[in-house]
């Protein structure tokens, strides 16, 4: 098995044949911490022989694990590692809460510097991953830490895996025209029904996405696919903002825009509409955005109308109308 706390610990790791997450015939680590100050005081255990190596060769930057709290307080849940040249210490920056319910829950830890905190030496996280000593599994409410909280807990852990992450989920995609030298976004879901971009692009159908991320990013390229364009130039790569730029957008269309290669970690895409007229964003054009559409004429775009300031002037007047009602009756496939 490998895991231990420690001796002489009253109260190790120990492999239950039944109870895991499939239920009866599963098998699954389980471990107890006294609460008392002592030995199996602490809800920590760790692992010196199957969860040691060269993480980095193995392209490992994420574990993931099925986890139960089968005791009766709420436990917080991290991941700490040893290795390196000077035998530095990492912990998870974030705990995973597990409330003390009994239930089976999917957890992950990255091993990212974006997800992990130094706690002891002065190795870089590339360098302690290239030589792990140690994994620890811990529950640490407060701070990351190599030592877990003295508790009265009892802890069921199953399915350990080591994977490659995935690419980092955007905090929000928008496609962005400037109307009258003012920019204004229409959101663009990653899931769902997917954002209607209703303005015109102009002469060569240019349009915009902007991609935004809560960590600066690296990625590789864009595409547009399953619709008539192409990806016309890119920026901000080694920031937490995006753009795409797109030309020869045909309307009446949907595709998905899709950045390549996020983090060296896997591809991140957006599905967008493009549906021009569509001012109240359902899929058709008809009379119900031409009416919407006249209804603000004469106003200057903002936050609250921009989608009806079809032809991106910065303002809404006649040439909005007949730009709307020249394409009624057209939707999205």
């Known amino acids: 098995m490998g895991w ?3 001796a002489p610990s009253p109260n190790p790791p120990t492999n239950m044949p039944n109870g895991g997450p499939m239920g009866v015939g599963d098998a699954f680590l389980h471990n107890i911490s006294s609460g008392v100050v002592g030995a199996g005081s602490r809800m920590v255990m760790f692992n010196q022989a199957q969860w040691t190596g060269n993480y980095n060769a193995a392209g490992i930057t994420r574990l993931t694990a099925a986890m139960a709290n089968l005791g009766s307080v709420p436990l917080h849940m991290r991941v700490a590692i040893s290795g390196g040249p000077g035998f530095s210490i990492y912990g998870s920056t974030t705990a995973v809460n597990l409330p003390a319910d009994g239930v089976w829950r999917a957890v992950a830890f990255d091993l990212t510097p974006a997800t992990m905190t130094n706690i002891q030496g002065s190795d870089t ?3 302690v991953l290239g030589t792990v000593t140690e994994l620890r599994v811990l529950s640490a409410e407060l701070d990351p830490a190599f030592v877990g909280d003295i508790v009265m807990a009892t802890l069921g852990m199953d399915n350990l895996r080591a994977v490659p992450a995935g ?3 955007p905090t929000s995609v928008v496609s ?4 009258g030298g003012t920019p204004f976004d229409i959101n663009l879901p990653l899931t769902g029904n997917p954002g209607i971009e209703c303005r015109s692009g102009g002469a060569t159908s240019d349009y915009q996405v902007i991609f935004t991320f809560a960590n600066s990013i690296t990625f590789t390229g864009a595409v547009l696919s399953g619709g008539i364009g192409s990806v016309s130039t890119t920026s901000g790569s080694g920031t937490a903002s995006i753009t795409v730029n797109l030309t020869g957008v045909t309307n009446a269309q949907r595709l998905t825009v899709t950045l390549q290669g996020v ?3 896997g591809d991140v895409g957006v599905p967008m509409g493009v549906l021009i007229g569509d001012t109240n964003g359902d899929g ?4 119900g955005d031409a009416i919407q559409t006249r209804s603000r004429s004469g106003q200057g775009a903002d936050a609250t109308n921009f989608r009806s300031d079809v032809n991106t002037d910065g303002f809404i007047n006649g040439g909005d109308t007949i730009a709307v009602r020249a394409r009624s009756g057209t939707f999205l496939p």
């Open 4 to 6: 231990q706390e420690g």
């Open 125 to 127: 996280l590339a360098a």
């Open 167 to 169: 690419p980092p989920t």
């Open 176 to 179: 962005r025209k400037l109307q």
């Open 263 to 265: 983090n060296a970690a």
């Open 284 to 287: 058709v054009v008809n009379g």
